[in-house]
Structure formats: C-alpha cells, structure tokens
C-alpha cells in the first residue's frame, strides 16, 4: 500500500508532471498544425520555455490540491514561495545559458573561462 506524500513532496510531483504536461502539450499542438517543424534539430528549444512554466503551473496546482486538505495544520508557505522563486530562476537564467551554450559552445566557454 502506497503512503500519502506529504506537502512538498505532493507540490514537487505536480511541478515534474506539470512540466512534462506542458512540455507534451506542446509537442501535440506542433504535431498537429506544423508536423515539419518536428523534424529540426532546433525544436528541443522549446523545452526551455515549456519545462519552467509547466514548472510553476504544477506547483501551484499541487499547492492548491494540498490546500483542499484540511487536515494539515500550517502549510509551509516558504517553502511554496520557494519552490515558485526556483521555476521563475529556472525561466529567467537557466533558459538563456544553455540556448547561449548550445549556439557557440567554445565562445559560452571561453566567455566563462575569461
């Protein structure tokens, strides 16, 4: 018998599917009216965007589904915050980085190294 997940273990499991809901939702939107679009390389981009919003979108899911539960007493409410603060940081750093290290890998290498 599976246990109940607790408060951040229920938000962090909606975050993770949330981001593959989005992420697969996008995949079949552009399957569907631009199936060529599939088949370059640079699709996987799309990712960047899709992961971090799915992100957020699932965390605050997951914090509503923990919320309905009215046995829990306090929520941690810094621990949600930091949890949004980390899909926003994801979205806003992360994404630029690797789209500047996938485009010219030596230069983001020497930009860092310099």
Same mark, same amino acid.
């Not at 552009?30 to 971090?52: A, R």
């Not at 810094?78 to 940081?89: M, S, T």
């Not at 994801?90 to 630029?96: I, N, R, S, T, Y």
């Given at each position: +018998? +599976?246990? /109940?997940?607790?408060?951040?273990? #229920?938000?962090?499991?909606?975050? $993770?599917?949330?981001? =593959?809901? =989005?992420?697969?939702?996008?995949?079949?939107? #552009?399957? =569907?009216?631009? %199936? #060529? +679009?599939?088949?370059?390389? !640079?699709? @996987? +981009? $799309?990712?960047?965007? #899709?992961? %971090?919003?799915?992100? &957020?979108? @699932?965390?605050? /899911?997951?914090?509503?589904? =923990? /919320?309905?539960? !009215?046995?829990?007493?306090?929520?941690?409410? /810094?621990?949600?915050?930091?949890?949004? $603060? *980390? *899909?926003? &940081?994801?979205?806003?750093? $992360? *994404? %630029?980085?690797?789209?500047?290290?996938?485009?010219?890998?030596? *230069?983001?290498? &020497?930009?860092?190294?310099?």
């Amino acid at each position: +018998m +599976m246990r /109940k997940l607790d408060f951040h273990e #229920t938000i962090i499991a909606y975050g $993770v599917l949330g981001a =593959v809901a =989005v992420s697969l939702f996008a995949v079949f939107i #552009t399957w =569907v009216f631009s %199936p #060529t +679009m599939l088949n370059d390389g !640079q699709y @996987g +981009m $799309v990712f960047i965007l #899709t992961c %971090p919003i799915g992100w &957020i979108i @699932g965390v605050l /899911k997951g914090y509503a589904e =923990v /919320k309905k539960d !009215q046995n829990k007493p306090n929520w941690d409410n /810094k621990g949600i915050a930091g949890l949004l $603060v *980390g *899909g926003f &940081i994801l979205a806003a750093f $992360v *994404g %630029p980085i690797a789209i500047g290290f996938i485009l010219a890998p030596i *230069g983001f290498l &020497i930009g860092l190294l310099g």
